[in-house]
Structures are given as C-alpha cells and as structure tokens.
C-alpha cells in the first residue's frame, strides 16, 4: 500500500488484530521510505445481492427461498437435501462472482435449472414449469423434446 505522506510505493504492516467489533482488521503500516506510520482497515464487502423481478421490484437474494423451490420441484425424487444445499453454494457463488449486484430472476432461475436438468429430470420439467411459467401443452413437450435432444 502506498505511503500517505510520500507516496513512496511500499508500506510493511508492523502490526494486525480486529478491531473493537471483529468485523475489520485494523493494520499498522510503516513506510519503508520515510518511516511515518499510518493505519489501515480491511473489512469484509457485505454488498448484498439484490433481486430484480420480471415486474421490476427488487429484493434481497435469499438463498433459503431458491432451496424452497428446489425442494417442492424435488418432492418425492430421489435427490438429497445435500444435493441441493451443494447446488444453492454453486448458484450463490456464480452469482456473487458477478460484476452486477442486480440479477434478474429469469437468471436465477436458469443457473438453477442447468443444475437440476444434470442430476433428475423430473424434477427439472416440475421447476422449470413453475419457472418459465408454462401456459400450455406446446410449451411443455418444447421442454420434454430438448431434454431427448440432449
Ligand atoms: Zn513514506
């Protein structure tokens, strides 16, 4: 980090520990050039996900209501609850790993739907139905026909 005072390119932290609530670290820089000490905080970035709808509201990604779905679209099948507590870390993760903090719905919806197609296929026609809100019976052998096609 660079030296506040001379602008010199190379700091050496001289003393770590969390600061009063544990939520930064607090860092005690010297300057390698000048000698003069200054300090750092590093915290975690919290910027939360944010949901936009297919009606444009918006609000927090929640995990436990992507599981939620999964759940009801599994019902009966033979996938674990491991199984889909692994797919909603995949998901959460793709997400996270966006430049956007604003993700639509319909990509929620498909990063899940990629992970049920892979592991049963029954569940992923029953999500994908409530999903890509199937109106009628063309939309749904549409569905059925691509997953022969695979
Ligand atoms: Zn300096």
Do not use: H
Request: charged share 40%; with cysteine; aromatic share 6%.
């Amino acid at each position: 980090m660079k030296c506040p005072f001379c602008g010199a390119p190379d700091t050496k932290v001289i003393d770590s520990r969390p600061s009063d609530d544990d939520l930064k670290i607090r860092r005690r820089r010297e300057c390698v050039e000048c000698a003069k000490r200054f300090t750092t905080y590093e915290a975690i970035e919290t910027t939360p996900l944010i949901l936009v709808k297919k009606n444009g509201e918006r609000e927090a990604f929640d995990r436990e209501k992507v599981l939620r779905s999964m759940l009801k679209a599994c019902e009966k099948r033979p996938v674990s609850a491991e199984q889909l507590s692994m797919i909603c870390d995949r998901v959460e993760k793709n997400l996270q790993n966006r430049l956007e903090k604003e993700i639509s719905t319909e990509i929620v919806g498909e990063l899940v739907m990629d992970e049920l197609r892979q592991i049963d296929k029954v569940a992923y026609i029953r999500f994908a139905s409530v999903y890509r809100d199937f109106r009628d019976i063309e939309t749904f052998m549409e569905a059925i026909q691509k997953l022969r096609d695979e």
